[in-house]
């Protein structure tokens, strides 16, 4: 069975400083790949997804970027955090089908 | 631009009565619509789907109900119980593309 796991679970950092998030997959090959942000209060919103390695397309423009290394590995960055970079963030995978199942999530807060 | 918009950010209902839960779009494209259920700080579980094909799905106590004329879904949950208390998410996607998430409700199921 396929399992998605992200780390770290919850993250505080200072403005301005560096970010990186990780989220692996297993037990499937070539999946679609997904960042997603959520707000305090607000729905999900998508930030990056990927159909394969070194295949980014970004969905806002922001101080964010995403990474794939690896065809299982994810990876979301900032050089500079800014307050506004708090929420929760959440990767997510599919397969050839149209259902996406999301991995725990990172709680960020920037102080 | 909200292409997908959950109007009612919560809703409150007795144990053993039924919730319904709405979901209005824009994108007429849309082809393949999800639920999701989200606990506090967890991902989003996949609930129920349904294919613009068809305008009802069914599982168990949870049925979808599709109205392509109206641009507008349902999930409908019979009997409710405390433990459907959550966040429900409705999503729309056109060709296994990129999903678009609706803001959510908070569904609370009294005892």
């Known amino acids: 069975s396929q399992t998605i796991h992200q780390w770290p679970a919850t993250l505080v950092q200072p403005v301005g400083s560096p970010l990186s998030l990780e989220c692996t997959v297993e037990g499937t090959s070539n999946p679609n790949l997904y960042w997603y942000r959520q707000a305090a209060g607000r729905g999900l919103q998508l930030l990056f997804y990927s159909v394969g390695i070194g295949q980014i397309s970004s969905e806002v423009p922001q101080n964010l970027s995403a990474s794939r290394p690896q065809d299982r590995q994810f990876i979301l960055s900032s050089k500079k955090l800014l307050l506004s970079d708090s929420g929760f963030y959440l990767c997510?995978?599919?397969?050839?089908?149209?259902?996406?199942?999301f991995g725990p999530g990172t709680r960020l807060t920037v102080l | 631009d909200q292409q997908v918009k959950q109007n009612s950010p919560s809703l409150s209902v007795q144990e053993g009565r039924i919730s319904i839960l709405n979901c209005d779009y824009t994108?007429?494209?849309?082809?393949?619509f999800l639920w999701y259920k989200k606990y506090p700080a967890e991902g989003p579980t996949f609930l129920i789907s349904?294919?613009?094909?068809?305008d009802k799905n069914e599982d168990g106590r949870f049925t979808v109900f599709l109205n392509k004329s109206a641009k507008h879904l349902s999930l409908h949950i019979v009997p409710s119980q405390p433990g459907d208390s959550a966040v429900y998410f409705c999503?729309?996607?056109?060709?296994?593309?990129?999903?678009?998430f609706g803001a959510g409700t908070r569904l609370t199921v009294k005892p």
């Open positions: 994108n007429s494209m849309f082809d393949y």
């Open positions: 999503a729309a996607s056109v060709r296994n593309n990129d999903m678009r």
């Open positions: 997510a995978w599919s397969d050839a089908g149209t259902v996406q199942f």
């Open positions: 349904i294919s613009s094909i068809k």
